[in-house]
């Protein structure tokens, strides 16, 4: 008989939909800043052509992104910290974080089972091995930027962090770095929610989803 | 499914089950939608309340705080590291307000006001360079992103003022610096003017300042961005209000600390 069943935490719900705009408004003021000096490149690719800045009207707005970017990196850095010791203590890190190495092999084939590439999924709990994987990944990641944000910010108070991070150039690289592993989650991210239909989508908005028990 | 368990579950007939679910989708979206108007208007708050010096002061008060956090944990002992000559690279000299102005060198003085209604002190380079030579090959962080290191020759801001700020006096809050035709301008804590790597540099890479890089005599002040490291000091003001400075009134932060 079919049933209802609470998927998400109503905490962990507001976590996800403050986080979204704070990234987002944390990614779209870095671009701002990033304008001023964007001399990264892999191969012929360009991060980023003249023609993207002007499109999204980036160009001449570094002190307007620097304003953002730290305004905003308090509620971001707020938000995550307050979501990673609730994860912790309400015991909810189970889901989340990959069991063993077995796991990222199981995310692996759940990979290639969304590609259509093998028919078998691993067995999974409330999240799959790629979602483990992936879920895990994007709080390092943001732990990560915040960490690598603070030693570009601040390379001279916290110029241990910065040595850390391999220096002042190398650690703006990897803050540029995480930044574009973000939009491809988000792409990747978006596009899962969609494939897994409405009741999933819904379930992030109040909680609960209809689960027909086989 | 294992340990679902953990989470609540409501079994119910077919058409209340219907409703329960029609009834939480209702109170969650319309919260959701609460949430997003909420959001939406503290965006509009943050970024369309009146400006203060080009920000909106939302985000000018933050800047502020950030600044005064910054300070507290401001030390001498931080410091930017230092490299061997060998790590020296270009240095672009970017920015050129307040050097339009022609100047003749041999005219060039250094004005210096330590205090309300204080006689003003009329320096030459010599007084500088007769102060301990300090020689620094420092990291230089331009605002805009990139970096550069440098090797700068100077007088110690801290030796300078022990010299030539009046004895006994308390020690002013700020500093202001001015180009000679006052088109550029500085302000800075005392905090930051006095760390042991702020020098008031004549000699970049090994020579007399050329006039691009700020001839004759430079603020070079590694815990500040590139924008508070003015280029060709006419006049020093020892100050307890919180000074102007030339790009904090552009919309940046005025702290600008690293």
Redesign the interface.
């Known amino acids: 008989m079919p049933k209802l069943t609470l998927k998400h935490l109503v905490a962990v719900r507001w976590f996800h939909w403050l986080n979204f705009p704070l990234l987002f408004l944390m990614i779209w003021s870095g671009l701002l800043i990033y304008w001023a000096y964007p001399t990264y490149y892999i191969g012929t690719l360009h991060f980023f052509p003249k023609s993207v800045f002007a499109a999204l009207n980036i160009p001449s707005r570094l002190a307007e992104g620097m304003a953002l970017h730290f305004f905003f990196m308090w509620l971001f850095v707020i938000n995550g910290a307050i979501y990673i010791a609730y994860t912790l203590i309400s015991g909810e890190w189970r889901y989340l974080v990959p069991r063993s190495w077995s796991t990222f092999r199981d995310a692996w084939y759940v990979v290639l089972h969304d590609l259509h590439l093998r028919r078998e999924v691993p067995p999974q709990d409330k999240y799959n091995a790629a979602q483990r994987v992936a879920y895990t990944g994007i709080v390092l990641m943001g732990i990560g930027s915040v960490l690598t944000g603070l030693a570009i910010y601040k390379p001279v108070q916290l110029n241990w962090l910065t040595a850390l991070f391999g220096g002042y150039s190398m650690a703006r690289l990897i803050h540029f770095a995480l930044t574009m592993g973000y939009l491809v989650f988000f792409v990747i991210h978006v596009v899962q929610v969609a494939l897994a239909g409405w009741n999933n989508f819904r379930s992030m908005i109040i909680g609960w989803e209809m689960i027909d028990e086989k | ?4 368990s ?7 007939p077919d058409a209340d ?1 219907k409703r ?2 029609r009834r ?2 209702r ?3 319309l919260i ?1 939608g609460l ?1 997003a108007v909420g ?1 939406i208007s503290a ?1 509009e708050w ?2 369309k309340s009146a400006e203060e010096n ?3 002061w ?3 008060g ?2 502020d705080i ?1 600044g005064k956090l ?1 300070h507290a ?3 001498d002992s ?4 230092t490299f061997s000559a060998d790590r020296i690279t270009y240095l672009k000299p970017n920015g050129d307000e307040g050097l339009k102005t022609p100047l003749d060198l041999s005219e060039w003085e250094l004005q210096v006001t330590a205090g309300k209604n204080a006689p003003v002190i009329k320096l030459q380079l010599s007084d500088i360079t007769a102060l301990p030579r300090v020689e620094m090959i420092t ?1 230089f ?7 550069a290191i440098a090797w700068w020759t100077g007088a110690r801001f801290s030796d300078f003022t022990r010299k030539f700020y009046p004895a006994g006096q308390q020690l002013s809050s700020y500093v202001y610096m001015a180009t000679p035709d006052e088109e550029y301008y500085v302000g800075l804590d005392m905090k930051s003017a006095m760390h042991p790597q702020t020098l008031l540099a004549y000699e970049y890479n090994g020579k007399s300042l050329t006039p691009e890089h700020g001839a004759p005599l430079r603020l070079v002040i ?2 500040k961005y590139g924008i508070k490291n003015i280029k060709r000091i006419g006049s020093i003001q020892f100050v307890n209000q919180r000074p102007g400075d030339y ?1 904090a009134e ?4 005025w702290f600008a ?2």
Do not use: K
């Open positions: 499914m294992m340990h679902r953990r989470h609540p579950e409501i079994v119910l089950r329960e679910l939480r989708s109170r969650g979206f959701a949430a959001g965006y943050i970024t080009e920000v909106p939302p985000q000018r933050v800047l950030n910054a944990y401001l030390s931080h410091l930017m590291p990291r962080c331009c605002i805009e992103g990139w970096n590694p815990v790009w552009e919309g940046y932060d600390g690293l």
